[in-house]
């Protein structure tokens, strides 16, 4: 076997540079003339490769010799961001890269720039996958996160005259350092076609189809921080060139000759960017298949080699499901064991549901994911078979359970009988799953006695449990926030508390120091001048950097309430101007800041956006305010936009109907880098509020049990807006931010429409609490001790923990840190 010592990589500035400079000169063709900063980033990040590449091989080596059990994580979504600056700082070699560019003329900082995000994820789904393969490589568990290479990622948003115009994100358009194509690494895909059923067995079928795509693998290295361990995130991609079609091209026809190319290609373009919107198309379910079915077959191809009896699959293998989305990896890997294998239903079904488990990430109805049965039977008519047989065994389990309780059983039942009849995946995910979990003590709970309500009843309390998400603090402290890594680091006495966020407790014995109080306040201000910056190149706003940074990022969704903030930010604006300049001066001069995408179709988040900018011109240009109040809407949010804004903050909010966010992980980011969070009583704000104290976050709002009594009472009853609100609804139906036309359907969808996110409901109370933040931020001192309390009493939300959870207690792994490596 291999010396694994030897995964130790150098240090040494000379070999450093040697490797770049072979890496500008052979590789992009550069001479010493013609380096510009894209082709400096290019070169520094493909000799960074190489040195991940050496320890992602020893990794891998060692947990195949020593047989691991691997823990798969499938995602239709890693919302990745950069990597550059990630992978220095995990090899601890961000110093050295510095001399090195610095040498041949570059600052480190605008080279970092020049790397553009994956942004193949929509929003917190996809940021928390890739905060935990992050998590996974940096405790040493054996763990693959699965996905799709999206040619384009999450679109571009662009404003133009207030509104959200959507560019595609050619994030590929120039060589991607970060990815390994693996050519012999690729599995066909069927779609389409007949079943042939075998005489012998009951349930084994033939499925002949000439439709047929080819998932090549692509390999994204994780480096682990503070370890040599290397995780991965393997990306399919459909390959097009088996799909040309010879005879057609020599009898003349070119166009029919690539038409298969282009119809193959089109599987893994473009995510959708839809996030809690389901809307059931054809391409779409193509796509979540053609990662299942070469997941499920790479998955396979790995455990055989151990040469075990499939009965022990489980053992080497758990699979989790990010979502309903990759659910059609529970009926493929029936598919394969059956038809394939040759193993009975049984065998095949203990196997199956031994090996996966489920995560839910959302409530909303119309994020569930139903595909109707004709669409299925069309496609995939194996796997429709399949499903109705799951249904079937599990229906008559239940009978037996409960004997004649036929409601029971239409509510329960995978399939649900509407017009056409729709499979339910987030029933075929839980029946097919040994564990089933939410992302917050409160969602778990809610789904609990919500959709799957019966099936705690079927299949017992302690197959659903809770996992509370939790935030990389590697990127989310160390990478994003030097300043105040410094400062903690100091304390700790040295870095360990990145792998280790139990460690920050021991700022909580800094509280008394003044001169650290008065320096970490000041890394605060340098936070708040570097977003300043950010918004001026990115807006041409000019800001104050003194002033109250008050900030909400998040998709732009009406259950997340970015409305209820802009109404608020009216009424400010209304007060402020009834003020004498005397009191205005007297008044907290604050910022409030936005950013977020809607999804392309959403109309009402879209027209959120063109409201939040219309005021913001009015507000900004208005030079009786000037300072004291100035609203921004930053355009194309993303993970690197992100890590500029959140170090930023001193108030941000999270400010959802209460029992409709399931978690939120952006609130764990802000009070993790010193912010306050006004927010709800609903998803993690809740747990945060439990471990960093009552005073260090405002809360306000109904409570969650409350909702359907208010909901139910405005659905028959007029709303009646506080004098707040109602002013206002006034202002803007006074055309004061332009055509009121435009923004009576938001009003409307509360004075008519029921206000199903109760903004009447919470708004006197919201109010009440902004006025809270201020009289609390007038204070400075009491200020700095909430905001070094906040950050000391976070241990529990690094995704560490939650890792850590998920391996003991539902994929039974352990880490295996590669040997003799220091
Ligand atoms: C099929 C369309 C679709 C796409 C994405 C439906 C649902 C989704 C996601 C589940 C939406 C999502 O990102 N949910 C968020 O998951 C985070 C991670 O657990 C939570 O922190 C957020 O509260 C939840 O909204």
């Known amino acids: 076997f291999r010396d694994y010592s030897h995964s130790e990589i150098s240090r040494d500035v000379a070999t450093i540079k040697n490797s770049v400079v072979m890496h500008l000169t052979a590789t992009f063709l550069r001479t010493p003339a013609s380096i510009d900063s894209a082709h400096a980033y290019l070169a520094s990040a493909f000799s960074v490769r190489d040195r991940l590449l050496q320890r992602w091989n020893l990794t891998n080596e060692y947990h195949d010799k020593i047989g691991a059990k691997r823990v798969y994580y499938m995602s239709l979504e890693f919302l990745i961001g950069r990597t550059f600056d990630n992978a220095l700082l995990a090899l601890g070699l961000r110093q050295e890269y510095s001399k090195v560019l610095g040498d041949v003329g570059f600052c480190l900082e605008d080279i970092i720039d020049e790397e553009r995000d994956a942004a193949l994820g929509n929003g917190g789904l996809g940021r928390l996958a890739a905060c935990y393969v992050d998590s996974m490589a940096c405790s040493n568990y054996p763990g693959w996160g699965y996905g799709l290479r999206y040619k384009y990622g999450m679109f571009q948003q662009q404003i133009l005259n207030g509104y959200q115009v959507e560019a595609p994100d050619c994030w590929l358009d120039s060589p991607n350092p970060w990815e390994f194509p693996r050519p012999d690494v690729t599995y066909p895909v069927k779609f389409y076609g007949h079943l042939v059923r075998d005489p012998h067995s009951e349930h084994r079928f033939k499925w002949e189809s000439n439709v047929v795509y080819d998932a090549m693998a692509f390999d994204v290295p994780v480096p682990g921080y503070g370890t040599t361990n290397v995780g991965n995130i393997r990306l399919w991609s459909c390959k097009t060139n088996t799909l040309f079609d010879l005879n057609k091209f020599n009898s003349g026809d070119y ?133 109705y047989d799951i249904n079937l065994f599990f229906l008559q389990k239940v009978e037996k359970q409960f004997p004649g309780d036929r409601e029971l059983l239409n509510k329960i039942s995978i399939i649900e009988e509407s017009n056409p009849q729709q499979v339910r995946m987030a029933f075929l995910a839980c029946v097919g799953s040994h564990k089933v979990n939410g992302v917050a003590a409160i969602h778990s709970d809610i789904i609990k006695q919500t959709i799957f309500k019966d099936f705690v009843r079927i299949q017992g309390e302690d197959k659903f449990i809770n996992k509370t998400n939790g935030v990389s603090p590697r990127r989310w402290m160390n990478e994003c926030n030097p300043d105040m890594s410094d400062l903690i680091t100091e304390v700790v006495g040295d870095r360990s508390w990145v792998n280790d966020l139990t460690k920050v407790k021991q700022l909580e014995g800094k509280l008394e120091d003044v001169n650290f109080r008065e320096r970490w306040w000041a890394a605060k201000q340098k936070n708040k001048e570097r977003l300043a910056e950010y918004i001026l190149t990115t807006t041409g706003i000019k800001v104050s950097a003194h002033a109250l940074f008050d900030i909400q990022v998040k998709r732009i969704h009406e259950y997340k309430r970015q409305l209820m903030n802009i109404f608020s930010v009216i009424y400010r604006y209304h007060l402020l101007k009834q003020m004498s300049p005397e009191q205005r001066e007297q008044e907290v001069p604050r910022v409030v800041i936005f950013a977020g995408k809607a999804a392309s179709g959403y109309w009402v988040a879209k027209q959120v956006i063109k409201l939040i900018n219309s005021v913001a011109e009015v507000v900004n240009s208005d030079e009786e305010i000037g300072d004291v109040l100035k609203v921004v809407f930053i355009p194309d949010y993303s993970v690197t936009a992100a890590e500029v804004i959140i170090p930023a903050s001193d108030i941000s909010q999270h400010i959802s109907t209460a029992g409709t966010e399931a978690s939120g992980t952006s609130n764990m980011k802000f009070v993790l880098n010193g912010g306050i969070i006004l927010g709800t009583v609903d998803g993690a704000n809740i747990e945060i509020g439990e471990e960093i104290g009552e005073e260090q976050i405002f809360f306000f709002g109904c409570l969650a049990h409350e909702v359907e009594d208010f909901r139910h009472y405005l659905r028959f009853n007029q709303p009646k807006p506080d004098s707040a609100l109602q002013t206002a609804f006034d202002m803007i139906q006074r055309n004061t931010f332009g055509d009121a036309q435009l923004f009576q359907p938001l009003i409307d969808a509360i004075m008519r429409g029921g206000d199903v996110y109760l903004l009447s409901v919470d708004f006197p109370s919201y109010i009440e609490a902004h006025k809270a933040v201020e009289e609390a931020y007038r204070n400075h001192d009491e200020w700095v001790t909430k905001s070094i309390l906040s950050v000391a009493r976070m241990a529990k939300f690094s995704s560490d923990r939650s890792i850590q959870e998920y391996a003991e207690e539902v994929w039974n792994i352990e880490p295996q840190p590669v040997l003799n490596c220091g």
């Open 255 to 387: 166009q029919g000759a690539t038409g298969g190319q282009v119809a193959a290609q089109i599987l893994t373009d473009v995510l959708y960017p839809n996030d809690n919107t389901n809307d059931g198309k054809e391409l779409r379910l193509r796509q979540e298949y053609l990662f299942c079915s070469a997941t499920m077959q790479d998955i396979l191809a790995r455990f055989r080699k151990t040469n075990r009896p499939l009965s022990e699959l489980p053992d080497l293998a758990a699979i989790q499901l990010n979502d309903t989305h990759p659910t059609l990896g529970v009926p493929e890997l029936m598919r394969i064991l059956i038809d394939d294998e040759g193993l009975s239903w049984d065998e095949a079904w203990d196997i199956t549901t031994r090996t996966f488990a489920f995560t839910n990430h959302t409530i909303l109805p119309e994020a569930m994911e139903k595909w109707p049965v004709p669409m299925l039977d069309k496609i995939l008519p194996r796997h429709m078979g399949i499903i």
